[in-house]
C-alpha cells in the first residue's frame, strides 16, 4: 500500500511532466507484494475481543492478539489489558473488520457461540 509522500511524489511527477509507466508499475508492484517505499511487506495483525454487548464502548471480557504468526492470549489480569473496550483499540489504530454477529444474538433462550465478538485488525 502506497503512503502519503508516495502519492504525493507521483503527483508532483505527473505535474512536471516526468511521470513516466515505470513509475506507475513500480507502485502497482509494491501494491501486489504489500511492500512499502521498497520497505518490508506488511504483515497483519488481528485483535479478538469479546465483550458483553454489541456496542463499541462495551468492556472487554476476553481477548487474543494474532501477531508474528502467534495467538497470544491476554494477561491474566484485566487491568494490564492493553484495551478496556473496542472503542480503545480503535482510537489506537486499530481497524474493525468484524462486528459482532447479530443473527447469533436474537434468541435469548439459545446462545450460539461468541455472539459479541469484534475482530480488528492492524497493518505492521
Not at 24 to 39: C, H, M, N, P
Not at 78 to 97: C, E, K
Amino acid at each position: 500500500m502506497a503512503n502519503k509522500q508516495e502519492i504525493q511524489r507521483w503527483l508532483d511527477k505527473l505535474r512536471a511532466g516526468t511521470l513516466v509507466e515505470a513509475d506507475l508499475q513500480q507502485a502497482l508492484d509494491r501494491l501486489s507484494d504489500g511492500t512499502l517505499e521498497g520497505g518490508s511487506p506488511q504483515r497483519q495483525r488481528l485483535l479478538y475481543l469479546n465483550t458483553g454487548n454489541t456496542g463499541v464502548d462495551s468492556p472487554v471480557l476476553g481477548m487474543a492478539l494474532v501477531e508474528n504468526g502467534q495467538i497470544l492470549e491476554g494477561p491474566d489480569d484485566t487491568d494490564q489489558w492493553p484495551y478496556n473496550s473496542v472503542l480503545d483499540a480503535m482510537n489506537d489504530g486499530w481497524r474493525v473488520i468484524k462486528f459482532p454477529e447479530m443473527a447469533l444474538l436474537l434468541q435469548e433462550d439459545k446462545t450460539f457461540g461468541l455472539g459479541c465478538e469484534f475482530i480488528l485488525e492492524k497493518l505492521t
